[in-house]
């Protein structure tokens, strides 16, 4: 079975979340190479990026209880 979303049919389905930022943080054991504060073992949401004409896109997105498991 093939799977779709229609935003029209569908739109009950989309839930809306106020996210606030931090950041950025440094991957570990490379804070003194960028300058960076470490990441804090938080829950939340992270996101993965790379820079792309003056700004950012994001290619990998999660939920974690704990930024450092």
């Known amino acids: 079975m093939k799977w779709s979303f229609n935003r029209l049919i569908d739109g009950n389905k989309i839930n809306t979340e106020t996210i606030e930022w931090n950041g950025p ?3 570990p ?3 003194s190479v960028n300058g960076l504060p470490k990441i804090p073992d938080l829950e939340g ?3 993965f ?3 792309y004409k003056n700004n950012f896109v994001v290619y990998a997105a999660g939920i974690t209880n704990s930024t450092k498991k």
């Open 45 to 47: 949401v992270y996101l």
């Open 29 to 31: 054991k490379y804070e």
């Open 49 to 51: 990026t790379f820079e």
């Open 25 to 27: 943080y440094s991957w």
